[in-house]
């Protein structure tokens, strides 16, 4: 890397600090170093605008990754990754996501890795090396404690330093320590202190007690006070123009404040630098189709069976297959977020990839039960041109320019942050600006047609014609995107009859604002049955795959759910399906924990989570055999809903949010209160029959556990081994149970193999508040060895001295 100076002058260094634009950094004067260009993207590159014009490819959601347990196989998603942004000319992404999910209820539960911190720590930091070895910088996130979204801008979470070091930063810290290039805060405060603003996170344990030499930037709109965040150690206010840093901090800046400003210009060039020389872009078919399959190996990987009684899984030849549910034709990719990307065309459903695979077989589908759109989407768009091409004709226009733009879209909510197309900037407007929305379809079924219409403007609908309905507008104040993700909406009712076309125009006002959008969908008329279908279609067939779940507005940025029941329509499915044939599949289409006593009649049930665009090949080749699911739970499954240590998610009247379990988070919360969970964390079934033929203590030149796995089957399979800690109590802190490593192996039929893991003297450490450093906890320790946090082989007891560690109790 080029060592380049810094910028001599004063203004040039102040206007650094903030953003250029939505998604740009300044140019680094005096360097040949340009504006770096940011994306979101835990699951693929959104291209800095949250609309289905930037086409990518989409990964398995941070809960799938998690699944897999498989350091290499997310390194070469992470890959993958990277090589979308250079397709997109993306320098840095806003990613991964490295908070925990401290509840089953989080909105945001998709993104994250798991419940674990080592877990989710190694999970990110491989994802990581496989982004930043394209040239693509990582920008970690949320640092710190945004385990939940409500009033995530508002809310403050109480908790002491020794959990808030051992438990949240913990990834955080070897995302630092493995050399990720960036760093997010959040939006929320930590022990009162905006986390923009936190001196002790940012400054002290980051930059001085890590000795990391990356960029620490604020979420968009999530800086607060900019002489707070900039003496905190804030080195980059987004999004830009400047709203805090940039040029408002100059009459703040005193002469001590030198230093600090040349330590934040410098870290913003050794970034800027960073992304400067990136890899090149194969664009070849063949480097395209083994992205691909990466992403297909991926999703397989991740799926968690749970029960396969009899074996029925994989599937045996059958006359008859039967596939229901609402998922198996529009499966839940992807969750809620302004992550969401825009998915490329052709996505092969799960019916249809059933269908391609099991071709020899007869195949019948049937719906079941409805999808739980908040608003079902406009289907069967198309333009009001002369090629009916599907999608969506857009008009921007101001009274003084008249018609500014017109575009082909292909979604039925839009959203705008900051620029619309030919208007230019939102907030400086100084005039009103319309949206003209004009597209049709024909109707599929004679009866009642509902249509929901919404924006943050006023929004009239017309339908050929007629104007039917009108929508007075959402106001955005405090979480500008929350509130574009919860909007509000009316509804009109239109009978239709089956062949009429149907022209429908959205017409929308808007002015100075940092974001718009309008949102319309359309729910069709049911004219049959779908249960009783369902129920006949099941009867009718040898075996049985019932696709059920979410749907793509179902996990939200800024909403946290309040239940982790399925729909009840969904669970009288599960029941009649499996009452008329018992040899069913259940695949749950979710990324949270949910209630798994619906699936109780189930013969076999895999947890899909959201596995990306590949999902349809992915399963199809999981339920013939092709490959095996490959997951393991990232998180615990509880059999009751109240057992979770934490299922209220909204803060006390004075805004407070209360941390109380402390280190006991997820399966450390059951273990330590002897509770036993439903699915435990660690637990999955494979295809193949690998037993832990011995298992052993190694402390020749250092400890370790070596483990020699078996494969008795006759197919190759996959293991996770999996060892975990159990410390002595000191003090205030009380004993606890600690995944201290892992290893996925996959081994060859009829083989064996042993695997060794290192234990460093590190794992025997815990936070010191008065010595404000990571200590050896000195007494007796166990060492657990297994395949889930409940399923332990074999446990051996040591004893830590400060310098020392002495095996004193075999199996």
């Known amino acids: 890397m080029h060592s380049f100076n810094i910028p001599p002058d004063w203004e040039a260094k102040l206007r650094l600090t903030a953003g250029m634009g939505m998604w740009s950094t300044h140019p680094i004067p005096g360097t040949p170093l340009g504006a770096v260009t940011l994306s979101d993207g835990p699951m693929g590159i ?41 397709r997109t000319g993306v320098q840095a992404l806003l990613a991964p996501n490295l908070n925990l999910m401290r509840s089953p209820m989080a909105g945001r539960a998709f993104e994250l890795f798991g419940e674990d911190p080592r877990h989710i720590a190694d999970m990110g930091a ?13 920008v970690v996130k949320h640092m710190v404690c945004n385990d939940s979204e409500t009033d995530r801008r508002n809310m403050n979470v109480v908790v002491d330093e020794a959990t808030l070091r051992e438990v949240y930063f913990w990834p955080f810290e070897e995302a630092a320590s493995r050399g990720v290039w960036g760093m997010l805060t959040a939006y929320n405060r930590v022990n009162g202190v905006h986390c923009a603003e936190q001196h002790q996170a940012i400054s002290q344990w980051l930059k001085h007690d890590l000795g990391w030499d990356g960029l620490v930037m604020s979420d968009w709109f999530g800086t607060q006070n900019g002489i707070a965040s900039f003496r905190a150690g804030l080195d980059l206010e987004m999004p830009g123009p400047a709203r805090h840093m940039g040029d408002h901090l100059r009459d703040a800046l005193k002469e001590e404040d030198n230093p600090r400003l040349n330590d934040t210009v410098a870290r913003l060039t050794r970034f800027a630098e960073r992304v400067s020389t990136p890899s090149s872009y194969d664009a070849s078919p063949r480097a395209q189709r083994l992205r691909t399959d990466v992403l297909e190996e991926a999703a397989a990987a991740g799926f968690v069976m749970l029960k396969n009684e009899a074996s029925l899984l994989p599937l045996k030849p059958a006359s008859r297959l039967a596939v229901i549910g609402p998922n198996a034709q529009t499966p839940c990719f992807q969750g809620g977020t302004f992550a969401r990307v825009a998915l490329m065309p052709g996505l092969i459903a799960p019916i249809d990839a059933i269908r391609q695979r099991f071709s020899e077989q007869e195949v019948e589908y049937a719906q079941g039960v409805e999808s739980d759109y908040r608003i079902p989407p406009l289907t069967a768009l198309a333009l009001t041109s002369d090629d009916n091409s599907p999608g969506l004709e857009v008009v921007y226009a101001t009274p003084s320019r008249g018609e500014c733009h017109r575009e082909q879209r292909h979604a039925s909510s839009l959203i705008w942050f900051r620029d619309m197309p030919g208007v230019g900037d939102l907030l400086a407007l100084d005039e009103e600006a319309t949206v003209t929305i004009r597209t049709r379809f024909i109707a599929t079924r004679s009866g009642i047609h509902r249509f929901w219409l919404g924006g943050t403007g006023t929004v009239n609908l017309a339908i050929n014609g007629n104007h039917v309905a009108r929508f007075s507008g959402e106001t955005l104040d405090g979480d500008i995107m929350g509130k574009l993700m919860q909007a509000d909406s009316t509804t009109v009712e239109v009978p239709l009859v089956e062949g009429n076309t149907v022209n429908l125009m959205l017409t929308m006002s808007l002015s100075r604002s940092i974001a718009h959008g309008v949102w319309f969908g359309c729910q069709l008329p049911q004219t049959v049955d779908l249960l009783a279908e369902a129920v006949a279609c099941a009867q009718r067939a040898d075996q049985v795959v019932l696709v059920i779940g979410e749907t793509a507005d179902a996990g939200l940025e800024s909403i946290d759910r309040h239940t982790t029941a399925l729909p009840a329509h969904q669970v009288a499915l599960i029941d009649a399906v499996c009452a008329v044939n018992p040899r069913t599949v259940v695949v749950v289409n979710v990324a949270h924990p949910v209630d798994t006593h619906c699936l109780a009649c189930a013969a076999a049930v895999i947890v ?7 999902f349809g090949p992915a399963l199809a080749s999981v339920l013939a055999g092709d490959r095996e699911p490959g997951g393991r739970l990232p998180v615990t499954f509880a059999r009751l809903e109240s057992d979770y240590p934490v299922v209220n998610l909204t803060p006390d009247q004075e805004g407070n949010l209360y941390y109380h379990e402390r280190q006991q988070v997820g399966y450390r919360y059951f273990a330590a209160r002897g509770c036993a969970p439903e699915w435990a964390f660690g637990f999955g079934l494979g295809y193949a029959d690998i037993t832990f033929a011995q298992t052993h203590l190694r402390h020749e030149g250092g400890l370790s556990v070596a483990v020699t796995l078996q494969n008795a089957s006759a197919r190759e399979g996959k293991a996770v081994v999996q060892v975990y800690l159990f410390s002595p109590s000191i003090g205030e802190i009380a004993s606890s149970l600690m995944l201290a490593d892992f290893a996925a192996v996959t081994l060859a039929a009829q083989r064996s193999t042993t695997v060794e893991i290192p234990l460093t003297a590190r794992l025997f450490q815990r936070w010191s508040v008065s010595q404000h450093q990571w200590v050896t906890q000195t007494g007796d320790w166990e060492v657990r060895v297994g395949r889930a946090s409940n399923d332990i ?14 095996v004193i109790d075999m199996p």
């Open 46 to 86: 959104t291209g800095g605008r949250v609309d289905e014009r930037d086409i990518a490819l989409l990964s398995p959601c941070g809960l799938a990754l998690g699944a897999s347990w498989d350091r290499a196989l997310v390194r070469r998603v992470g890959d993958v990754i990277g090589q979308e942004a250079l």
């Open 126 to 138: 491989a994802w990581i090396d496989g982004v930043q070895s394209r040239g693509v910088g990582c």
């Open 793 to 806: 082989a074999a446990v051996f007891k040591v004893s830590v001295a400060d310098n020392s560690v002495r």
């Open 608 to 614: 899909a989570w959201y596995p990306g665009q590949e």
